[in-house]
């Protein structure tokens, strides 16, 4: 029995890592769909966002019928409440990748109002964030878990400077405020998956001690 839990728990595991490849993927198509105004990538990441959704609710079901059914030890819990966790930051994840891709489709052949530079660094630290955390699960490497909070102090940084600029532009052209507020909120949706996968090594460190910390603190 304790075999079979443990492939159960194993499984649990590589469905985690599914949703988090695919989240990956959804934050670089969803940037890039707005750098190149491809509404047809856009449309990827809306319908990748369902996939997601649908993994959600495999996950939380098997997770939910493993504490009831196995009769699970204090760390099994840990592991299956942290499950619970992990997968309910890459959803969220994954919604804030659709939302660019919905302002891709809304901005659709509109000339944009300045290149993106900040914006697919943003997406690029999101992702890197997004890697090291799933990783640090993995190898349930604590000190991995702990040093990936510079990724979002850069992502963070970079929001603030983006902010900064587009208000800017707007004082000066009202024309832009439009395409600039979509801008707006293309960072802000990146500064959140950058929270969010802050968010999963913070539950990494909570399956690994017991304790749950504030890694932005």
């Known amino acids: 029995m304790r075999n079979k839990f443990q492939d159960q728990l194993d499984e649990l595991q590589r ?3 599914r949703m988090g490849q695919l989240v990956t993927e959804m934050i670089d ?3 890039l769909s707005l750098a190149r ?4 990538l856009a449309a990827q990441v809306i319908a990748a966002d369902d996939e997601i959704d649908r993994l959600l609710i495999e996950t939380e079901m098997k997770s939910l019928q493993l504490m009831a059914l196995q009769q699970p030890m204090a760390k099994d819990l840990r592991i299956l409440g942290t499950a619970l966790k992990l ?4 959803e969220r994840m994954a919604d804030h990748a659709a939302e660019i891709a919905e ?4 901005l659709a052949g ?3 109002i300045k290149p993106l530079v900040d914006i697919p660094r943003m997406a690029q630290f999101a992702q890197e964030m997004t890697r090291q955390a799933l990783d640090a699960y993995v190898r349930r490497d604590e000190q991995a878990a702990r040093t990936m909070i510079a990724t979002d102090h850069e992502i963070d940084a970079l929001y603030r400077s983006i902010f900064d600029e587009l208000i800017e532009m707007m004082h000066k052209d009202p024309s832009v405020v439009k395409q600039a507020t979509y801008l707006l ?3 802000m949706s ?3 998956i950058g929270d969010h996968a802050t968010n999963l090594g913070e539950w990494t460190i909570y399956l690994l001690t017991g304790e749950l910390e504030e890694l932005n603190n």
Do not use: G, S, Y
């Not at 105004?37 to 047809?40: K, L, M, V």
């Not at 302002?103 to 809304?106: L, N, R, S």
């Open 37 to 40: 105004q491809d509404t047809a």
């Open 29 to 31: 198509n969803a940037t």
């Open 15 to 17: 469905e985690i890592l």
């Open 103 to 106: 302002i891709t489709q809304k």
């Open 110 to 112: 509109e000339p944009l």
């Open 87 to 90: 997968v309910t930051d890459l």
């Open 185 to 187: 909120h293309v960072a």
């Open 190 to 192: 990146l500064e959140r």
